[in-house]
């Protein structure tokens, strides 16, 4: 299997005829996006996230081209998706009606259309990571993905918003999914946000400013529901493994657990 991989990466990266290569590309992201987003056949899903994690990886199949042929399939199978997906769009705010009609090669380029597309295929990602034999997985494919699209050039930043791209895609659909899944919170903390951080530093800060942070520094921890403060020192956990919080901040992360506890008690 490895050994077809890495012959199929070359080819994608080296072809002296990048027509060829263009051609082969759709029906790559055809297998593994409808693999991970309708979770089978289960015994392809696995391998199809691996695969796909390569392909971006080793720059056979770029960031960009991964969400136009994700944008694709979204349309082309709106109504296999959807039904799986709606509640988890409804949580997120995603609307899903742009994608139940045809949509021409302008509009699916369209930044905001890009971006939507990514939160959709991200959540894909997280829902099979609940399977601990896929957490690790989703959690090298997420980071190499989020790499990518933050090193595109010109590509890196939302229009206007300062925002970097990666970050944009996978903060809120992490929260939402961890949020679920706090029953093995520490496992998916580990797999997940440590790679993440760990490629997207000010991808962190995004994400614990979508929890309760303000609260604990400003000393109420009453505003927030337990669940997200929870999620808030788990992250912060990480975060001090990888250096990105410290010791000297206002609220060493040892006293922040503290906090929590005598408040629990």
Do not use: Y
């Not at 027509?19 to 289960?42: H, Q």
């Amino acid at each position: 299997m490895k050994q077809v991989l890495s012959s199929l990466i070359k080819i994608l990266v080296k072809h002296p005829e990048p027509s060829e290569a263009v051609s082969i590309r759709p029906k790559i992201g055809d297998a593994t996006v409808s693999t991970i987003m309708l979770g089978e056949p289960r015994s392809r899903l696995k391998a199809s996230i691996v695969a796909l994690e390569l392909f971006v990886h080793k720059n056979a199949v770029s960031a960009p081209d991964l969400m136009l042929m994700a944008g694709n399939w979204l349309v082309a199978n709106h109504q296999r998706w959807i039904p799986l997906f709606e509640e988890h769009c409804k949580a997120l705010s995603i609307i899903t009606v742009q994608f139940t009609s045809p949509i021409s090669t302008t509009n699916i380029r369209d930044e905001e259309f890009q971006i939507t597309t990514a939160k959709i295929f991200v959540l894909g990602l997280l829902v099979q990571a609940k399977n601990p034999e896929l957490t690790s997985p989703v959690g090298v494919m997420l980071a190499t993905l989020c790499q990518k699209m933050n090193a595109t050039p010109e590509a890196g930043k939302m229009p206007d918003s300062g925002l970097q791209r990666g970050s944009a895609i996978w903060t809120a659909p992490v929260k939402h999914i961890l949020l679920q899944n706090l029953d093995r919170l520490e496992e998916m903390s580990n797999h997940i946000l440590h790679p993440l951080f760990s490629v997207d530093p000010k991808g962190f800060r995004s994400f614990i400013h979508q929890l309760p942070v303000e609260c604990l520094l400003s000393g109420n921890m009453t505003e927030a529901p337990l669940d997200e403060f929870m999620l808030l020192f788990s992250a912060l956990q990480i975060a001090k493994k990888i250096g990105l919080v410290h010791e000297d901040s206002k609220f060493s992360v040892i006293e922040l657990f503290e906090q929590f506890f005598l408040l629990g008690s």
